[in-house]
């Protein structure tokens, strides 16, 4: 969902999907049925997106970058996109024999995106590749609303729809451009009086004090961009739209103020046996907080996809192709003082990105110094991040652009600083 100014943005959370009222009816689902049944035997359809699901999204995203490329000059990068589709290929395969009873002409769709992507991408037809990834980004919200999530299907409609209205203002097709933003006023309509309510309740997340309002101003200078074809605001803005839709996602996701859990995920705790759920008791946060165990997360770990991430569900694999992470490197996003980090790790937040639990140091010995990983200075009060530790394993720094702003990179070592 997303840009990739440094690492992945990915707020592609083990959410985003059903319609905002929630009901069987509104999402156009008739309830459970007996396929139903038998399908949810090998593939779980109890309110979490299926790992490959998720990765599916991730790599229709990441394919979708790196042909259309980043603006002003929107130069392609199809080595980077053939080793994404790649990825791609591979756990859609494995989420379609996960879920056989996927829908099945949202299945007919992605695999007929993939095979065009095969052929654009191999001629370097940078507009084909650009909209069949899109293509398969489209299809994303009736697939995740096949899982029964909470979170609005509108988010994740959003998401597709802003890339693709930048993409059809690139190529001059004002004709989808409007039927696209059409498509984000309506969304949009439906969702802002669910997202204004929540605002109030939520200031983990940074953002989502004005994100109302910018979205509207967004919107409104789309829609002016239209009127004038003017396609460099068209871009602007759709790249704003892509950040203001990741709020809106970390929103709908971001407990309520105040609210600590008497149990559960970040609930207190003196020892293990306090903690429900497989959840752990991490004397290191706070004082000791219920937390994931670290046996089902693998923070740290090199990865390919979200599989390799173990099996709990804000995990997430930011891979080497398309993400950039030497070896790759699993996460678990978000996170914040509620949704906290498994022992050995700590939530932080880059420039531009999901908040994410990585793995926590003291110094570079700690972390996979073989593969370029050095033990980094995070701020760590909110909305940057939600310790228990200021240290974490990631990139060395080469701007400050890689540093959470108060911090600045100081060259010489590759570390950003006070």
């Known amino acids: 969902m997303k840009t990739f100014p440094f690492l992945t943005l990915v707020a592609v959370m083990a959410c985003a999907a059903c319609t905002s009222s929630g009901t069987d009816a509104a999402r156009g689902d008739a309830g459970p049925s007996a396929t139903d049944a038998s399908a949810a035997a090998v593939c779980p359809r109890a309110g979490t997106v299926l790992a490959d699901m998720r990765d599916v999204e991730r790599d229709a ?58 052929d654009t991408i191999a001629a370097q037809d940078q507009r084909g590749a650009a909209y069949a990834a899109n293509d398969i980004h489209l299809q994303m919200a009736p697939l995740f609303a096949y899982f029964r999530p909470e979170t609005p299907i509108e988010v994740v409609r959003m998401d597709a729809v802003f890339l693709r209205i930048g993409i059809d203002a690139w190529f001059g097709d004002w004709a989808a451009y409007a039927d696209d933003l059409a498509s984000l006023n309506a969304d949009w309509a439906a969702l802002k009086p669910t997202a204004e309510a929540k605002v109030p309740t939520c200031h983990r997340v940074a953002g989502t004090a004005s994100v109302s309002g910018d979205m509207d101003d967004t919107l409104a200078r ?25 709020i809106l996602e970390l929103l709908f996701d971001c407990p309520p103020d105040g609210d600590a859990p008497a149990t559960g995920l970040g609930s207190a705790c003196a020892t293990d046996g306090d903690c429900d759920g497989g959840l752990v008791c991490d004397a290191a946060n706070a004082g000791g907080r219920c937390a994931p165990a670290p046996a089902v997360t693998h923070i740290g770990a090199p990865c390919t996809t979200t599989t390799d991430c173990g099996t709990y569900e804000r995990g997430a694999c930011n891979n080497e192709v398309g993400d950039g992470f030497p070896g790759g490197y699993c996460v678990l996003e978000p996170c914040d003082d509620v949704q906290v980090c498994p022992p050995g790790a700590t939530c932080v937040s880059f420039p531009f990105e999901t908040p994410g639990c990585f793995a926590s140091c003291q110094d570079d010995a700690d972390c996979r110094a073989d593969a370029g990983y050095v033990c980094q200075l995070f701020p760590t009060t909110p909305p940057s991040g939600f310790g228990p530790s200021d240290h974490a394993c990631a990139f060395p720094c080469t701007t400050d652009e890689h540093c959470t702003p108060p911090l600045i990179c100081d060259l010489a070592s590759g570390k950003c600083t006070p």
């Open 222 to 246: 789309l829609a002016t961009a239209a009127e004038a074809m003017d396609v460099d605001t068209a871009q602007v803005e759709s790249d704003a739209g892509l950040l203001e839709v990741d």
């Open 61 to 118: 995203e990441g394919v979708s970058y790196s042909a259309f490329g980043p603006y002003p000059d929107r130069e392609a990068d199809f080595t980077r996109a053939t080793g994404v589709l790649s990825l791609l290929t591979q756990v859609w395969g494995r989420a379609k024999d996960r879920c056989p009873d996927l829908p099945a002409d949202t299945v007919t769709t992605v695999d007929g995106a993939i095979a065009t992507l095969q």
